[in-house]
């Protein structure tokens, strides 16, 4: 507390980042991480579910990772041109991602969907874009509207794009539509067809409730964004390389025209990319669309993300099933849990990242999730962090490939003690 204190004397609010503020009882301070556990100032070691909001697919401080990140550091830090780590994580992005025939690369989600967004304008001629309720594409004005809006927002809104930030500027270029809300869908493309360059979304709505899409709801959006001139665009900076190596493309069988990718695929350096069809994506080959960056494609996040993909990619397979295995294995011993003391409780997602919300029935969209106690979350998240488990405050917990039985064993003892 006093670290935050004295930090906040000198750093906007005390945190990097405005989702830390909501931590509790008080944003922490750490001082490293090994596997699956971080340690914080105060010597406490927590078993990690927040990692790092996603990043650390591979645990904390992986030797692959940290081991390639010594010998670049050893060359170069950066050169603003060409290096060979540049084509060597091109061509393994090009070999994993469905959609993905060229890719660039940023330094995070937030600039890379702009990227997309830009593109998709560029290749239709169109201004607009249509994005879901709850859905989070980071946090630049054209995007950061509707997001986790309360009721009375969303009555007085009337429809229209909810803004989220002060100093935002507003303008018509969103149309916003309800996740697993076909009827909106083609209602705005009836309506705006001929102005939408593109939909976008997260293929599962991770940002809130990570809420699964309907049964056909992707091949749906595949289907309306064909016939309507527009490109389909999968937001993957959460589930890519998580939910399965080729993300929720493969997880899904349904190939967007374009994908952007950050967190998991640099497993914990700043790295964010997007693969998109050849024939949109030369737009940007040919300069037409401008994409730059000094730090894009810097040879310390490639060769975090080389260190990263290639050991995902060794053991797919396995590595994609177990991840999955003790992710529905913490959820089920969570849900027993709290089941047990007469807590009503719902957790959704899949396999390695998931939701877990006090509510009786699973949401289907943002607003469902209305109807869930978060003071209740919040105590139980503290409850789990007097017993050595650290959670993100939203709900949302991930996997890492270096979580194993015994350490869900060890969670799962943790978490009957905190529900106690
Ligand atoms: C789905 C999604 N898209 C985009 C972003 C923005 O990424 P970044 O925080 O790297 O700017 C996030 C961040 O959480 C995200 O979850």
Known sequence: MARHA???????????????????????FFTSGAGPRVDDVDGNS????????????????HPAITSALHRQLD???????????????????????????????????????????????????????????????GWDDSVLVSYHPSAAEIGAAEG?????????RRHDSVIVAEWNDRTAVERAIATHGSEISAIICEPILCN????????????????????????????????GFRLKLDGAQGFYDVTPDLATYAKAIGGGVALSALAG?????????NGRVVHAGTLNGNPLALAGAKATLEHLSKDAAAIYTNLHRLGDRLREGLEQALSAHGYPVVT??????????????????????????????????????????????DGRWYVSTVHTDEVIDETLAAIHRAVA
């Open 208 to 239: 809130s409730g990570c809420i699964p899409p309907d049964p056909g709801f992707l091949e749906f959006l595949r289907e309306i964004t064909l016939q309507a001139g527009a490109l389909l665009i999968f937001d993957e900076v959460i589930t």
């Open 160 to 168: 229209a794009p909810i803004p989220v930030a002060a100093g935002q």
């Open 46 to 61: 927590y078993i990690d579910y927040g990692l790092a909001w996603g990043p650390l697919i591979l645990g904390h401080s």
């Open 348 to 393: 959704s997602g899949a396999g390695p990242v998931f939701q877990v919300s006090f509510m009786d029935c699973p949401a289907r969209c943002y607003r469902d999730l209305l109807r869930a106690d978060t003071p209740l979350y919040n105590d139980f998240a503290m409850a789990l962090l007097d017993e050595g488990v650290l959670v993100l405050p």
């Open 75 to 137: 060359r170069e830090l950066t050169f603003g041109a060409q290096h060979d780590l540049e084509y060597a994580v091109s061509e393994l992005l090009v070999g994993i991602v469905p959609c993905g025939d060229l890719v660039t690369f940023a330094s995070s989600g937030t600039e890379i969907v702009q990227v997309a967004l830009r593109l998709a304008r560029a290749v239709t001629g169109r201004s607009r874009f249509l994005k879901f309720e709850g859905h989070y594409h």
């Open 6 to 28: 004295r930090s906040a004397r000198t750093l906007a609010g005390g945190v990097s980042s405005a989702v830390r503020r909501s931590a509790r009882p008080y944003p922490l």
């Open 277 to 285: 069809r050849r024939d949109f994506m030369h737009w940007i080959a």
